[in-house]
């Protein structure tokens, strides 16, 4: 981005949008009943153990910082919309989970250079608008040999294809934001991220989703809960042939998805290492 006064204005207006459509409708509904087991399988493939110092970026309600904290780490769960970690705070309390919430922009992080072992995030920084922006951020404040852990939707699977079908009802995106679902191509991350990574795996996965019989229940769970989904209706509202049309895109999609009463949606399970040497630290023991 350009770092002028008008640029600076122009960021802060962008972010103060996101913040107002994540906290649209209830997106820890759908953290925790249809996407639930990502944030584990995220944790497992970081390797978060025991006194690992491990930074959730776009952390939402805590899908991955939880768990993370519950295998051990000294977790900071940081999120633009507070309204989504005021949820995660009640739900670790549920869950017996220690770990850190703060308030903080992807694209200008509010830590030190290499302060944590494991910098990770889960369907969250994809929605950052700056992408290298965002990589550079994410890299800079993981140590040399950290792990840098992301699970992205692709384009080709279902959530990349139901952003396809918003993005005619949407309105335009504001000058250099990138669309989310190219982190969930390999050469996109890849190309963000260069040579200061090693060691880079890339799987694509499904998740499996149970949590609609019909398209129709899958449509109108969206329409109320998904920020991005509600923020298009939105702007749509005064047009019902429009609202029409999105609600069958929906449903066809949907339709076509379904087998037997549950979908397949794919994202791109993305680690790698922070290049450089990694320093000594002393590991606490088990005692």
Known sequence: MTDT??????????KAKH??????????????????????????????????RVLDIAAGSGNAAIPAALAGGDVIASDLTPELLDVGRRDAAARGAEL???????????????EFDTVMSCVGVMFAPHHQDTADELLRVCRPGGTVGLISWTPEGFIG?????????????PPGAQPPPLWGQEEHVLALLGDRVTGAQALRRTVRVDRFAKPAHFREFFKATYGPTIA?????????GKTAALDRALDELAGGALRDGAMEWEYLLFTARRSGAAPDRAVPSDA
């Open 100 to 114: 850190r919430w703060q308030v903080a922009d992807a694209e200008a992080l509010p830590f030190g250079d290499g």
């Open 232 to 240: 298009v209706y939105r702007n749509i509202a005064d047009a019902p």
């Open 19 to 52: 913040r107002t459509m994540w906290a649209l409708g209830d997106y820890p509904a759908v953290a925790k009943e249809v996407v639930g087991a990502l944030g584990p399988v995220l944790v497992e493939a970081c390797g978060v153990k025991r006194g690992d």
């Open 161 to 173: 294809q139901m952003f396809t079908a918003m993005k005619a009802y949407a309105p335009p995106p």
């Open 5 to 14: 006064p008008g640029a600076r204005d122009a960021d802060r207006a962008l």
